[in-house]
Every structure is written in C-alpha cells, then in structure tokens.
C-alpha cells in the first residue's frame, strides 16, 4: 500500500482560496488513481474530486463542480486539491485515498484502500 501524508489546510474567509497537497511514499504512485474526500462534523465522508493515473481524467461532486481542481505531479509523488471560492459548507476533515482500480464515473469510498491521516478547512463565514 502507498503511504499518504495531506498538508495545507488551515482557517480561510468565504471566498478564499486553499491548495490541499497529499504526498505519496512507494515508487508506484503513478499506478494509482487518486482521490479527495472530506468529512463534516456529524456527516459521512464524501467524495470530492478523483483522478486517473495519468491526470488526463478527472472526477467531481457536483457540490465543488467548478470551484475545485485536482491535479497531479507523478514525477513528485503529490496529488493536489486546488479550492476556489470557498464556502462554510466546505467545512471538513480533508482526506487523500488512493486505489488500484481504474477511474470510474462515480468513484466510491470503499474502493479506496489506502488514506492519509486528514487536514482540516474551516471556513468562516
């Protein structure tokens, strides 16, 4: 399994902007399709965004459609969450995952087997 360590979180203003980084261990990162996830106070973890091993195909909830950009660095062994106009909604524990398995339509939480530790967003209003 690859080891993820996420970083770049912290206190934002509605409106702002954060770039999430997830850093990768293993020479095998560029095998992996990789994934953002994020968990509310009292809510289930969520998906966010995903993308395929290369970086040519990317996935989104609709609830970031258009604010949020995943992106990918093989050669650095980083997958990144670059977040736009955020929103307090957009409060959450942020978690990198990564899986084996192609990129699918609707990535899901199970398929991920290996997770980073989280960061936090807070945003106020």
């Known amino acids: 399994q690859v080891q993820l360590v996420e970083s770049g979180g912290g206190l934002v203003q509605a409106g702002g902007s954060l770039t999430l980084s997830c850093a990768a261990s293993?020479?095998?990162?560029?095998?992996?399709?990789m994934g953002w996830f994020r968990q509310a106070p009292g809510k289930e973890r969520e998906f966010v965004a995903a993308?395929?091993?290369?970086?040519?195909?990317?996935r989104y909830a609709d609830s970031v459609k258009g604010r949020f950009t995943i992106s990918r660095e093989n050669a650095k062994n980083t997958v990144y969450l670059r977040m736009n106009s955020l929103k307090p909604d957009d409060t959450a524990v942020y978690y990198c995952?990564?899986?084996?398995?192609?990129?699918?339509?609707?990535?899901?939480?199970?398929?991920?087997?290996?997770w980073g530790q989280g960061t936090q967003v807070t945003v106020s209003s």
């Open positions: 993308i395929n091993w290369r970086g040519g195909s990317t």
């Open positions: 995952a990564a899986t084996m398995l192609v990129l699918l339509t609707t990535p899901r939480l199970a398929d991920f087997g290996s």
């Open positions: 293993g020479r095998t990162f560029s095998s992996y399709t």
